[in-house]
C-alpha cells in the first residue's frame, strides 16, 4: 500500500532547567522512538494517558517543535525534518492543525473572515475580491454561513468556533490535518457534528488524519488504524477494530477495560496502580512494569521492541496475548 | 425506599446581569435519598453545577434564590438558615468535591494542615496530633500510598489523580451526610477515573452518606447512579432509575444524547453517529414552549406554543408533550 506519511525513529527530549551557570545533563524523555506510517485518506488515532508523548509527536511533525532525531517522508519530501525554512513553508501549506480549545486558537480581533483566509494570504498573491469568494466558499464547506464571515470569533458557540477552526486548516488544501484533541472542549450534543464533519470532509477530499484524544470511545470510533502510546513510546498498534477485539498489550488491555461501565469490579483495573515511571530517568527496561499484570524478570532488561503479530498488529511486549482464565 | 435526606422544591435561581435576570434554573423539583447516588447530567449552561452552588449557598454575589424556592435538608429549609446556621454545614454534613483538584486546595499550605484546619474548624475540642492522625487515616482509606510521609506534601507535589484522591479525603473528614460531587474526574485520565469513582461508591458503602453526582457523561452516570436526572437549558427533562434511562429512554433530547456518542466497539465505517442540530440555547433567549422544541427531530405545534408539564410515573417522570396522553 502507498503510504502518505511515514514517520521513523522520532526522538524528542527537552532539557531540564538547572541553576544559571550549573549546565544541566538530565533530559525528560518525551518521545522515545516513535515510528508509524499512514496510507493516503486514512486515519491513524494515536491514544494514551497524559504526558505519553501524543501532543508532541504532533507538534514534532508541523516542526512547531524541533525533533532531536527522525526521518519524516511527507508526499515526495524525503525528510521534512531535514528541509531549510524557506522550503518548509511551502510544504506546511499541505500540512494543518486543528486545536483542542476554540476559543484560544482563534485570534479575537480578525474577522472571521480574515481568519479563516490567513493561511492563502500568507503565501501571498491573491486579490481582496478572490479572498472574500473563497471564505465563504470555506464556511459554506463546513456547515456554516458566508454571512458569517463579517463577524468576530465571540459571536459564535465553541461548536462553530471549531468550525471556523476546521475551514482555517482546509484553505491551503492541505492533504494531511492533525486533529488534536477536537471535540474535548465541545459539549456532548456538539461533538457529534463536528465528528460528522471531520470524516465527511476526509471522505470528500481524500484527506490523511492524525487524530489525538483522550476519549477511547471517540478514537476508536474516528480511526482506521490506532497506536497506543506509553511513556513516549508506541506499545501497540494496529487496525482500530482488531485492536479492539484482540488487544495483545496489558496496556491496551486495561484502557479497553475501562471502556466498560462495569470496569470498577474488573480485578486488572482495580489492582491498576497507575504508577508511570519517571521520564528524566528513563528505565532500562520496559515503563509498563510497575503495573503489568504478567511482568517478569526478563522485562527489565531492555525495553522490547515493537514486533508484527499477524496482520497490521503489532505489539511491544515480551509475553503478549491475553490472560489465562480472563474472558 | 430509603427516607429522603435532601427535597429540593421549586427552585429558581437567577442571575442579575447589567440589563437582564436571567434564570439558570427554572422550578426546579428533586429528591435525593440517604445512602443514594444520583446522577444530574446535562451540559454546559444547563444548571448542574448552579444547583450545587444554590444548595450549598456558594452563589455569586449577582446570583439569588428566587423566594418561592425551598431547600429542605433534614426538615430545615436551608434558603431560609442564617449564614452561620450554614456555615456549620457546609464542609461538615454538607462537603463538595470539585472538578479541579489544583485550584481547590491552597497551594502555600500543605495538604495534610488543610484536612486538619476542616476538621478543627468543625470539631474545635479536637488537638492537632489527633486532627493529624485522622487525616493520615483519611490519605489511607482514599489510598494514597504511604499516607504518613504524603500528608505532609504541598499540593503541587500530587498528580491529578493522587490530589483528586486527596480533595475527596478533604471532603471525607468530617463524615458528610450528603457529598456533591460536580465532575470530579472530568479531568483525569480513563483508568485513573475509574479508581475515583469504584473510591466514592467504597466510601458511600462505608458511611452510608448520599452523592448528588454531576457529570455530562451518561454512559459513566449509568455505570455509578441508582437514580439520573436529565436538565436541560434550566428545566429538568427526564427523572428514572439509572437502568431506566439506558434502556428506556423516553425525553427525545435523552434519546439524542445517548445516539450522539460513540459506544464501545462502534467503528465509523459501521454507523454514522446521531448530530444534534443547533446548540444549547443561551440562558437569555430561550424558546418559548419546550425549551429542545428547534433541535427536536419529533417536535409537533404543541411543542413550540406550550411548554410541557412533567408526565409519567414518580418512578419514570419525562418533560415532553409525547407522553401527554399517557398521563
Known amino acids: ?327 | 425506599m430509603n427516607p429522603s435526606i435532601l427535597q429540593i422544591e421549586n427552585l429558581t435561581t437567577e442571575f442579575q446581569t447589567v440589563t437582564h435576570r436571567t434564570p439558570a434554573v427554572e422550578r426546579l423539583s428533586l429528591t435525593l435519598r440517604e445512602n443514594e447516588i444520583l446522577g444530574v447530567a446535562g451540559e454546559s449552561g444547563c444548571g448542574k453545577s448552579v444547583t450545587i452552588l444554590s444548595v450549598l449557598r456558594l452563589l455569586p454575589p449577582n446570583g439569588t434564590i428566587r423566594r418561592e424556592s425551598k431547600i429542605l435538608y433534614q426538615g430545615i429549609d436551608l434558603t431560609q438558615l442564617p449564614e452561620k446556621g450554614m456555615n456549620s454545614l457546609r464542609g461538615k454534613d454538607l462537603s463538595i468535591v470539585f472538578q479541579e483538584p489544583m485550584g481547590s486546595f491552597n497551594p502555600l499550605f500543605p495538604v495534610g494542615k488543610q484536612i486538619v484546619e476542616v476538621i478543627r474548624t468543625h470539631e474545635p475540642a479536637v488537638p492537632v496530633k489527633q486532627a493529624l492522625e485522622r487525616a493520615t487515616e483519611l490519605f489511607r482509606q482514599v489510598r494514597i500510598p504511604h499516607p504518613e510521609l504524603r500528608i505532609q506534601d504541598y499540593p503541587f507535589q500530587f498528580s491529578g489523580g493522587m490530589l483528586q484522591r486527596a480533595l475527596i479525603a478533604l471532603a471525607l473528614s468530617c463524615s458528610p451526610r450528603i457529598l456533591f460531587a460536580d465532575e470530579p474526574t472530568t479531568a483525569l485520565d480513563a483508568s485513573t477515573q475509574i479508581g475515583i469513582l469504584d473510591l466514592l461508591l467504597e466510601r458511600k458503602e462505608a458511611t452510608r452518606m448520599s452523592i448528588f453526582f454531576v457529570s455530562h457523561d451518561l454512559s459513566l452516570l449509568g455505570a455509578i447512579s441508582d437514580r439520573i436526572c436529565v436538565l436541560y437549558a434550566g428545566r429538568m427533562v427526564e427523572a428514572c432509575s439509572a437502568k431506566e434511562l439506558h434502556t428506556h429512554p423516553l425525553h427525545p433530547y435523552t434519546q439524542d444524547l445517548l445516539a450522539a456518542v460513540p459506544r464501545k466497539g462502534t467503528f465509523k465505517k459501521e454507523k454514522r453517529l446521531y448530530s444534534i442540530q443547533g446548540k444549547v440555547p443561551d440562558p437569555q433567549h430561550r424558546p418559548p414552549g419546550c425549551t429542545y422544541h428547534p433541535r427536536c427531530s419529533k417536535a409537533f405545534d404543541r411543542c413550540r406554543n406550550e411548554e410541557p408539564g412533567l408526565f409519567g410515573e414518580e418512578s419514570h417522570l419525562v418533560r415532553c408533550w409525547l407522553y401527554a396522553d399517557a398521563h
Not at chain 1, 511527507?74 to 513553508?89: G, H, I, R, S, T
Not at chain 1, 470496569?263 to 503489568?292: M, Q, W
Open chain 1, 1 to 327: 500500500m502507498q503510504m502518505h506519511i511515514e514517520v521513523s525513529g522520532l526522538v524528542k527530549q527537552y532539557p531540564l532547567k538547572a541553576g544559571l551557570f550549573a549546565r544541566s545533563r538530565e533530559r525528560v524523555h518525551a518521545v522515545n522512538g516513535v515510528s508509524f506510517s499512514i496510507p493516503k485518506g486514512q486515519t491513524l488515532g494515536i491514544v494514551g494517558e497524559s504526558g505519553c508523548g501524543k501532543t508532541t509527536t504532533a507538534r514534532l511533525l508541523l516542526r512547531v517543535v524541533e525533533p532531536d532525531s527522525g526521518v519524516f517522508r511527507f508526499e515526495q519530501v524525503e525528510n521534512v525534518f531535514a528541509l531549510p525554512e524557506e522550503e518548509l513553508k511551502k510544504v506546511r501549506s499541505r500540512m494543518q492543525y486543528i486545536f483542542q480549545d476554540p476559543y484560544n486558537s482563534l485570534n479575537p480581533k480578525m474577522l472571521v473572515r480574515d481568519i479563516v483566509t490567513e493561511p492563502i494570504r500568507y503565501r501571498g498573491n491573491v486579490t481582496r475580491r478572490e479572498l472574500e469568494r473563497k471564505a465563504a466558499e470555506l464556511l459554506e464547506h463546513v456547515g456554516l454561513s458566508p454571512a458569517d464571515s463579517k463577524k468576530y470569533p465571540h459571536e459564535f458557540s465553541g461548536g462553530q468556533r471549531q468550525r471556523i477552526s476546521i475551514a482555517r486548516a482546509l484553505s491551503s488544501r492541505p492533504s494531511f490535518i492533525i486533529c488534536d484533541e477536537p471535540v474535548s472542549s465541545l459539549d456532548v450534543s456538539i461533538q457529534s457534528q463536528i465528528l460528522n464533519l471531520l470524516i465527511d470532509l476526509q471522505q470528500e477530499l481524500g484527506i490523511t488524519y492524525l487524530f489525538i484524544a483522550h476519549n477511547l470511545a471517540v478514537v476508536f470510533y474516528m480511526s482506521d488504524t490506532l497506536a497506543v502510546m506509553y511513556t513516549g513510546k508506541i506499545v501497540e498498534m494496529g487496525l482500530a477494530e482488531e485492536l479492539y477485539r484482540n488487544p495483545l498489550h496489558p496496556y491496551t488491555r486495561l484502557l479497553i477495560k475501562t471502556l466498560d461501565p462495569e470496569a470498577r469490579k474488573d480485578p486488572l483495573v482495580k489492582n491498576d496502580s497507575g504508577e508511570v515511571p519517571s521520564l528524566i530517568h528513563y528505565p532500562a527496561g520496559c515503563t509498563f512494569f510497575p503495573r503489568c499484570p504478567r511482568r517478569q524478570p526478563k522485562c527489565l532488561e531492555a525495553f522490547p521492541a515493537l514486533e508484527t503479530k499477524g496482520l497490521n498488529h503489532q505489539v511491544a511486549c515480551y509475553f503478549p496475548g491475553q490472560e489465562k482464565g480472563n474472558e
